[in-house]
């Protein structure tokens, strides 16, 4: 591991510098505590450093969220909390600070900081309810009045990460798609560039609702698939509306009425493409429950021969004895 630091510290060249990263994500499981904080500490320096090139502060920011999972400690956590909130939130006020786009650099390494935070599991493999907060907040926070450049992609790109959370019960899956309904909604009154928002809206239902454990998972994947038949309509103009769904909390969207063909065939691509995930995901869940339903069988039967065994045995003993008799 120190190789590694010491070639992303004094190498000029940006891959080499790239394979340094890689290399010292790959040392995370493999050391002690001891090492995994002092490699937390290095990525967490690149990250921070506006010298080094935001392409290789984008790979050690999400090193340092996938380091999570395999890390014993909560450094990683604790240095991209530290530093999203530095970079987006005003020190003063506590709120979040308007979005500037100006510097293409700094704006590729915010939206990398959000897909980190996503990538974050604790212990239990779950995602820390402080990081679900602090995405939910950054999201229904986001200020694009005073920048002259469209956030399609900056809202994007945070409905994409609330999609790879590993959330852990109901009442935190109601809050994600609560506002997964809002982007929706506003995808429809204020269309983005080839419907980069709704697309992700669209495939952010369908990854959380493919990966719930939970005995309404049946249902949350059923409203989840008349949500993207609304947009698989072949009349070009015609709007389909979708019945509110109680598993999904108020899920309401609908497909409105398409600005553009482009706008529309993207659209309708990801409603395919999450059609076909659903359908996976519920022929999975059916074979699982066959599965179930056999070895609970396998096991009763089982447990019936040992009776039936017994019992034939206490009747050659009787058969025995009378003839002895």
């Known amino acids: 591991a120190h190789w590694w630091a010491l070639q992303l510290e004094h190498s000029k060249d940006v891959v080499a510098q790239a394979q340094a990263v890689v290399g010292l994500a790959g040392q ?13 500490t290095v990525l967490a320096g690149v990250m921070r450093n506006p010298a080094v090139f935001c392409r290789v502060r984008v790979d050690a920011a999400l090193a340092l969220g996938r380091a999570s999972a395999v890390c014993r ?41 959000t897909a980190s935070l996503a990538a974050v599991r604790d212990a239990d493999g779950f995602t820390p309810p402080q990081v679900l907060e602090l995405l939910l907040d950054i999201l229904a926070s986001n200020d ?16 994409a990460a ?10 935190e899956l109601a809050k994600v798609l609560h506002v997964v309904d809002r982007q929706l909604a506003h995808e429809e009154v204020v269309t983005t560039h080839n419907a980069v928002l709704g ?30 038949l609304s947009y ?43 059609l076909l995930r659903v359908a996976a995901a519920k022929s999975e869940a059916a074979l699982r429950g066959l599965a179930a339903a056999a070895m609970q069988a396998a096991a009763a039967a089982a447990a019936a021969v040992p009776v039936a065994a017994a019992a034939n045995a206490m009747d050659a003993d009787k058969q025995q004895q009378q003839q002895q008799q």
């Open 232 to 274: 698989t309509g072949s009349a070009a103009g015609t709007a389909a509306a979708v019945a509110p769904v109680p598993a999904l909390a108020g899920f309401s969207a609908a497909a409105g009425v398409a600005d553009s063909s482009v706008r529309e065939q993207q659209m309708m691509a990801a409603a395919y493409s999450c």
């Open 28 to 40: 995370l499981a493999a050391g002690s505590q001891a090492m995994a904080d002092y490699i937390a």
């Open 162 to 171: 609330l999609g790879q959370l590993r959330l852990r019960n109901t009442a």
């Open 144 to 159: 694009n009045s005073s920048n002259p450049l469209d956030d399609g992609h900056w809202l994007a790109g945070l409905v």
């Open 73 to 113: 400690g909560d450094r990683p956590l604790r240095e991209l909390l530290t530093y999203t909130r530095e970079r987006l939130y005003d020190p003063l006020t506590g709120l979040l600070r308007p979005n500037s786009f100006a510097d293409l650099a700094e704006a590729l390494l915010s939206q990398a900081l």
């Open 199 to 228: 697309c992700a809206c669209l495939t952010t239902a369908t990854n959380l609702a493919v990966q719930l454990q939970h005995p309404a998972a049946a249902a949350v994947l059923d409203s989840v698939a008349q949500l993207l």
